[in-house]
């Protein structure tokens, strides 16, 4: 068997096992829990698969990957591969015709994405157990989404009953996804702020809607000219006493190999000691992880001044 063929079967199980109709992540070898294939990554966003290739793989293997996939009696309409081992990505329709813009679900939630994109497609599902997790303390919340992107926790805070919901991306753009993805729930844009500003000079915005009883912080590890974690991620910690309600949820994420969970807690230690460690997430079980620390770290607080 080649190694792209057991990629196949592994899919083709997972998606015998799956009646959901939820998109999913199927294939996650950027964990290394797969040796020899960490270059490989499979989602289905109902009816499509979307592969995405970090190294350059054979044509016959790819084909037959795509044999094996199409094969498995499941409802597959089109497939893109997205080729990110050069210089630029590119992203190719290699089977059925896939839309710019669908529609998919999680959690019983649609979100926009952008499957044909030659980048992220506009929906971490990696975080979908955290949006998960945090629905019991939505319930009349004021709820503050740093690095927002297309404003995924803010569309599931307000589904379970948060009141307000503050989106801030600099990102104009995702913004706007954020927006029809708010509207595709069919919320009350009422209870939406979207503030598209660099989040490390629009505290005077963010402090204005505020005090905050849940807040996100999600950020980018190294943005270039926008964020860079080790060196700004004190300056939004530094500020919590300013925003945050007494008692709120702070969840603090970083996603880098060489940044480690620990790197956070001493952050969080130093410049946020009135925030208290309450849990740390495991990785979403269809993202498992070989080296947790290499992988998403995200960590639940509670501000106790
Ligand atoms: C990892 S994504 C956030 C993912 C999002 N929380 C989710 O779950 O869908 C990082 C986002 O940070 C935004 N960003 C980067 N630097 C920023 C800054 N200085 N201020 C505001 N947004 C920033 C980017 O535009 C990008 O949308």
């Not at 490989?40 to 793989?57: K, Q, R």
Request: charged share 15%; hydrophobic share 40%; net charge positive.
């Amino acid at each position: 068997m080649n190694n792209l063929q057991l990629v196949g079967n592994v899919c083709a199980e997972k998606l015998s096992l799956d009646q959901s109709g939820n998109a999913r992540r199927l294939f996650h070898g950027r964990g290394h829990t797969y040796p020899g294939l960490e270059h490989v990554v499979v989602t289905y966003y109902p009816p499509f698969l979307h592969i995405a290739l970090y190294a350059e793989v054979e044509q016959s293997a790819l084909h037959h990957l795509l044999a094996v996939l199409v094969d498995c009696g499941h409802n597959i309409e089109g497939v893109v591969v997205q080729h990110r081992s050069g210089r630029n990505t590119q992203t190719e329709v290699v089977m059925g015709q896939v839309p710019a813009q669908h529609l998919v679900k999680e959690d019983g939630l649609s979100f926009w994405i952008a499957p044909t994109r030659n980048q992220n497609t506009g929906l971490f599902l990696d975080m979908g157990h955290v949006r998960q997790a945090l629905q019991p303390s939505m319930s009349g919340a004021k709820v503050l989404n740093l690095f927002a992107y297309t404003c995924a926790f803010s569309v599931s805070a307000l589904a379970h009953g948060a009141q307000r919901v503050v989106n801030n991306d600099m990102n104009a753009n995702m913004l706007n996804v954020g927006r029809r993805n708010h509207q595709a729930n069919n919320q009350d844009l009422r209870q939406v702020k979207m503030l598209s500003h660099n989040v490390l000079k629009a505290w005077k915005k963010i402090r204005m809607y505020g005090t905050y009883d849940v807040v996100i912080i999600d950020p980018p590890t190294n943005q270039r000219g926008s964020f860079v974690a080790e060196k700004h991620y004190a300056q939004i910690l530094k500020r919590i006493p300013e925003f945050a309600a007494p008692g709120a949820r702070i969840i603090a994420c970083l996603n880098s190999p060489f940044l480690n969970a620990d790197f956070l807690v001493n952050q969080m230690s130093r410049w946020a000691p009135a925030c208290k460690l309450q849990q740390t997430f495991a990785a979403h079980p269809d993202f498992p992880e070989a080296y947790t620390d290499r992988g998403l770290k995200v960590l639940d607080y509670q501000y106790q001044p």
